[in-house]
């Protein structure tokens, strides 16, 4: 809070991330659950790049603030690549922009970047998209428009043994022989469900993405 006469704080740069259960209303007790563990999962793997704690809303809409440089597409993948059976399915939105100090965790957090998250979120669930992402840049949003939901869509699509194998490839960079290891099975049912899941080319979308995201950064601070 401000005193009297005093200017108002500047807003910081942020990155602004809300992933929403699927659904969520067929499986209350089961989403909120799984929420929680994901936001304990994300605070870990974050640390200090986490501008505030992941924390998850009642409406089952889990919210995060990371630092520019942090990698939000971690998020997305350590919550898309399991099993069913462990988690819901989810869809998100990714928005850097300017935020406004605070404290507490990312669902006490506001500013500009909050406000066009809400809006990108729920165009997602418009149109049923898994990914949209935003970096305030108009060149690289748009390629973004036309990548990111790809991406999320491939990601939605794979089974369960697949997410598997992505998972340990694209989030722990596991080669396939400790891929196989890992699963206790052998290095050929690795090499099918890698090429069934097409994670080559998975892999090189991902790098896209990331590559458009980083890029659409530096540009939109270049024309401040």
């Not at 942020?14 to 909120?32: E, H, Q, T, Y």
């Not at 399915?89 to 998250?117: D, E, I, K, Q």
Request: aromatic content about 4%; hydrophobic content about 45%; overall charge positive.
């Amino acid at each position: 809070m401000t005193t009297a006469g005093a200017p108002a704080p500047s807003p910081l740069e942020g990155v602004v991330l809300f992933g929403d259960v699927v659904r969520s209303r067929r499986r209350p007790i089961g989403a909120s659950e799984w929420l929680e563990s994901l936001a304990a999962e994300l605070d870990d793997t974050y640390g200090d790049q986490a501008m505030a704690r992941f924390e998850f809303t009642q409406g089952d809409e889990l919210q995060g603030l990371l630092r520019p440089d942090a990698d939000p597409f971690t998020a997305v993948l350590s919550a898309t690549l399991r099993t069913s059976a462990e988690a819901p399915a989810m869809r998100w939105a990714v928005v850097a922009g300017p935020v406004l100090p605070g404290r507490g965790p990312a669902t006490r957090r506001t500013g500009p970047a909050f406000v066009t998250a809400r809006v990108t979120i729920e165009l997602a669930r418009k149109q049923r998209d898994t990914l949209l992402v935003l970096t305030g840049d108009a060149y690289a949003d748009g390629l973004l428009a036309g990548t990111a939901p790809v991406l999320g869509s491939m990601l939605r699509r794979l089974t369960d043994r697949q997410r598997e194998v992505a998972r340990l490839g694209l989030v722990d960079g596991l080669r396939q022989s400790e891929i196989a290891d890992r699963l206790e099975v052998a290095r050929a049912t690795v090499s099918v469900a890698e090429r069934r899941a097409d994670v080559r080319s998975l892999e090189r979308l991902l790098a896209a993405v990331r590559r458009i995201w980083s890029e659409g950064l530096v540009r939109r601070d270049g024309a401040r």
